[in-house]
């Protein structure tokens, strides 16, 4: 597991440092995101809403979410290294300052809630996951501080999103499902669907500096 974990400590940094490359440059403002959310608040600013494709699942609560991560996701839905229709129609559509503008205004739109330094470890099946997918050792000891900007913070999320991504790792033969990324496919692969329901539904009850901020009624 040791030498595996290296390996995917590797991979992950060069996969950072190729989107760090390309988007780090841009200063994101969040003035100018709060202008352009019209597209993203429609699915993610609706406290509890749900889609169905690729099946019935929450949207990401992305409001304090991580800028560098925000970013890294929106050029691989642009790149269609993830393959999500109506995302990769969405990222499409934006240039490289509005995917920064957007990141840093939903990076500051957290809810200020102060994540312990260590999650707690859930149930005996939950730590053996964890344990197994070396999960800590990207996205941090509280699952909120993760070691690289363009990695997310996972605690809290929504469990049938976590589950759905995962999953989504797994897929690699479809052409409108699926996400490309060595390192979480080398992670993910290494779980059946039933544990991986455990290990979402384990990272989704612990504190989170994530929410849903409802969008305003339309006028």
């Known amino acids: 597991m040791k030498k595996f974990l290296l390996t995917v400590s590797a991979l992950a940094l060069t996969?950072?440092?190729?989107?760090?490359?390309?988007?780090?440059?841009?200063?994101?403002d969040k003035t100018a995101g709060a202008t352009k959310n019209a597209l993203c608040i429609g699915c993610h600013g609706i406290q509890?809403?749900?889609?169905?494709?690729?099946?019935?699942?929450?949207?990401p609560k992305i409001s304090g979410q991580s800028a560098g991560y925000i970013r890294a996701a929106l050029h691989a839905y642009k790149a269609g290294?993830?393959?999500h229709p109506s995302m990769r129609t969405l990222a499409a559509s934006l240039s490289d300052q509005d995917i920064a503008d957007l990141a840093a205004y939903y990076e500051a739109g957290g809810n200020g809630v102060n994540v312990p330094a260590t999650a707690a470890e859930g149930s005996v099946k939950a730590a053996e996951l964890m344990a197994k997918g070396g999960c800590t050792s990207c996205h941090?000891?509280?699952?909120?501080?993760p070691i690289d900007p363009t990695y997310p913070k996972i605690a809290g999320q929504y469990a049938d999103y976590l589950y759905v991504a995962l999953r989504s790792y797994k897929i690699n033969d479809k052409p409108m499902?699926?996400?490309?990324?060595?390192v979480m496919a080398g992670i993910a692969?290494?779980?059946?669907?039933?544990e991986m329901k455990v290990l979402a539904d384990h990272v989704a009850s612990l504190p989170s500096e994530m929410q849903t901020v409802q969008r305003s009624r339309i006028k």
């Open 140 to 145: 941090g000891a509280n699952l909120s501080k």
């Open 81 to 83: 290294q993830r393959k």
């Open 48 to 59: 509890g809403y749900h889609i169905g494709f690729p099946e019935v699942h929450k949207v």
């Open 15 to 28: 996969c950072a440092s190729t989107v760090s490359t390309h988007a780090q440059d841009i200063r994101g």
């Open 177 to 182: 499902i699926g996400r490309s990324h060595p």
């Open 189 to 194: 692969k290494q779980f059946s669907d039933k």
